[in-house]
């Protein structure tokens, strides 16, 4: 099983753009989503989390600038990315927290003037 982000983009520094990745419900119902970013040459981290109750963690990188968001009927998670920075230039993916499930090819977020 994969879940596949989709939404990313080219964004000028301190522009935004929204993520999305849908899961089966059979993953999403019960699980801790997460969305993740691996830039090049570095490890993939966590950026965001949210139970299935909403309560939020954000990496402290991102905290205040990026929020994340899960709708249980439709089985999405989202990340709306407000006041980019070309440091955020990474592939996003989503998958659950602790991560269980094939990464998928993820989104590529490019911030660049």
């Known amino acids: 099983v994969q879940l596949q982000a989709c939404g990313g983009g080219l964004v000028q520094p301190g522009g935004s753009l929204r993520l999305s990745c849908a899961a089966p419900?059979?993953?999403?119902?019960?699980?801790?989503m997460g969305w993740y970013r691996q830039a090049p040459g570095k490890q993939r981290e966590l950026v965001a989390r949210?139970?299935?109750?909403?309560?939020?963690i954000y990496a402290d990188s991102v905290k205040g600038r990026f929020t994340i968001s899960r709708d249980n009927a439709k089985n999405t998670v989202s990340l709306q990315m407000n006041s980019l920075k070309p440091e955020d230039t990474a592939v996003y993916y989503c998958?659950?927290?602790?991560?269980?499930?094939?990464w998928g090819q993820g989104t590529q977020v490019t911030v660049s003037s």
């Open positions: 998958n659950t927290v602790p991560a269980a499930y094939s």
């Open positions: 419900g059979s993953i999403f119902s019960f699980n801790v």
């Open positions: 949210i139970t299935r109750g909403g309560s939020t």
